[in-house]
């Protein structure tokens, strides 16, 4: 495969993460008392979920945008998605295990989300890193 080519299941993945973002990210933004309320937060900081709305926007956002790019800019992108994924990933499993919130079902669906695209983004990065050798 060309340095330049970029696959297009990727290119769907990347339409796939701007939709899942958005719809994760305008309930969260508008409304974050009501939506993490009704999920089992016990307390919620309409500062910091309004933020985390704010990085889910402009992550989605991009990965709409950028869906058509060369294979150095998905590179680029990839590399902020894996670094994003993981390090949610972490937060959300450190805070679950010190029993934030009582560990509501809902962290642990947001962690496994993260953990899934974090594997989907570790596979396309490796992939690219492989293509381009």
Same mark, same amino acid.
């Given at each position: 495969?060309?340095?330049?080519?970029?696959?297009?299941?990727?290119?769907?993945?990347?339409?796939?993460?701007?939709?899942?973002?958005?719809?994760?990210?305008?309930?969260?933004?508008?409304?974050?008392?009501?939506?993490?309320?009704?999920?089992?937060?016990?307390?919620?900081?309409?500062?910091?979920?309004?933020?985390? /709305?704010?990085?889910?926007? %402009? $992550?989605?956002?991009?990965?709409? *945008?950028?869906?058509?790019?060369?294979?150095?800019?998905? +590179?680029?992108?990839?590399?902020?998605?894996?670094?994003?994924?993981?390090?949610?990933?972490?937060?959300?499993?450190?805070?679950?295990?010190?029993?934030?919130?009582?560990?509501?079902?809902? /962290?642990?669906?947001?962690? %496994? $989300?993260?953990?899934?695209?974090? *594997?989907?983004?570790?596979?396309?990065?490796?992939?690219? +890193?492989?293509?381009?050798?």
């Amino acid at each position: 495969m060309p340095t330049s080519s970029v696959p297009g299941a990727l290119r769907k993945w990347f339409v796939v993460h701007f939709w899942a973002d958005i719809l994760f990210a305008l309930p969260l933004f508008v409304a974050p008392q009501a939506v993490l309320s009704l999920v089992g937060w016990q307390q919620v900081d309409p500062i910091t979920a309004r933020l985390v /709305a704010a990085a889910l926007f %402009g $992550i989605g956002i991009e990965s709409l *945008l950028g869906r058509n790019a060369d294979a150095e800019s998905f +590179r680029t992108m990839l590399n902020l998605k894996v670094i994003w994924s993981a390090t949610a990933s972490v937060g959300i499993a450190w805070s679950i295990a010190e029993g934030a919130h009582g560990r509501p079902p809902f /962290a642990w669906l947001v962690l %496994g $989300i993260f953990v899934v695209f974090h *594997l989907l983004w570790v596979y396309w990065r490796l992939r690219m +890193r492989q293509d381009a050798a």
